[in-house]
């Protein structure tokens, strides 16, 4: 599911031209990217959006929590198909173990 999304957004990406640098530089500044998004997403919350918003902008681009989530996404999904990185499987992988795990492991408080 994830490894077939990750194959169209890669040839969305290839076709707008990303994925021209040096691949040491790829590596940290694709990273980076995807905590971008993350950090758009938690602005929009500072500036009062609620969760679920999507509002547009002057020039309809669509904005709010959901859409910065959404293009955290493309970017995982676009480092993965790039790099042939199975994340189908580490998906899976990960969720059969955290079900190993015991109730609220780490006894942390968020």
Not at 55 to 60: A, K, L, P, Q, V
Request: hydrophobic share 35%; proline share 4%.
């Amino acid at each position: 599911m994830f490894n077939e999304l990750a194959e169209i957004v890669v040839i969305g990406a290839r076709e707008k031209g990303f994925w021209s640098t040096a691949p040491q530089q790829q590596d940290s500044e694709k990273l980076m990217l995807m905590v971008s998004e993350l950090s758009e997403a938690m602005e929009e919350l500072r500036s009062g959006h609620d969760r679920n918003e999507v509002y547009y902008s002057e020039t309809g681009k669509p904005e709010g929590v959901p859409i910065e989530l959404a293009d955290c996404l493309i970017r995982i999904l676009d480092y993965c198909g790039q790099w042939g990185i199975d994340i189908d499987m580490a998906v899976a992988e990960k969720m059969a173990y955290n079900k190993t795990r015991p109730y609220k492991h780490g006894n942390k408080q968020f």
